[in-house]
Nanobody, 122 residues
Framework: QVQLVESGGGSVQAGGSLRLSCAAS????????VGWFRQAPEKEREGIAR????????YYADSMKGRFTIFQDSAKNTVYLQMDSLKPEDTAMYSC???????????????WGQGTQVTVSS
């Protein structure tokens, strides 16, 4: 049974940082695409960053460049999202997803986690 479990969310003041983790069980991130997404209340889900674990190549949504960093720890079968200089508008449910390799890792994802809540106060 494949499970993706996010952790690291919580409440933080504006300007603070959080590091989210996406750990997989029953599934290896090796040579896969893994992405981070978020969804705020009454808003559509938006992509943040993606990583091709085969060579560590990363892709970011234009609006997310500079404050968010996606990276992996292959030994721990975990992908992280480092979030810095957080703003109240970053408040959302953050989820990770993983799937087969696709061009720019922009294809569909096969597995999704339940998400972890991030709340940024002003």
């Amino acid at each position: 049974q494949v499970q993706l479990v996010e952790s690291g969310g919580g409440s933080v003041q504006a300007g603070g940082s959080l590091r989210l983790s996406c750990a997989a069980s029953g599934y290896t991130f090796s040579d896969k695409c893994v992405g981070w997404f978020r969804q705020a209340p009454e808003k559509e889900r938006e992509g943040i960053a993606r990583i091709y674990t085969g060579n560590g190549l990363t892709y970011y949504a234009d609006s997310m460049k500079g404050r968010f960093t996606i990276f992996q720890d292959s030994a721990k079968n975990t992908v992280y999202l480092q979030m810095d200089s957080l703003k109240p508008e970053d408040t959302a449910m953050y989820s990770c997803a993983a799937g087969r390799v696709s061009p720019l890792c922009s294809g569909g994802y096969d597995y999704w986690g339940q998400g972890t809540q991030v709340t940024v106060s002003s």
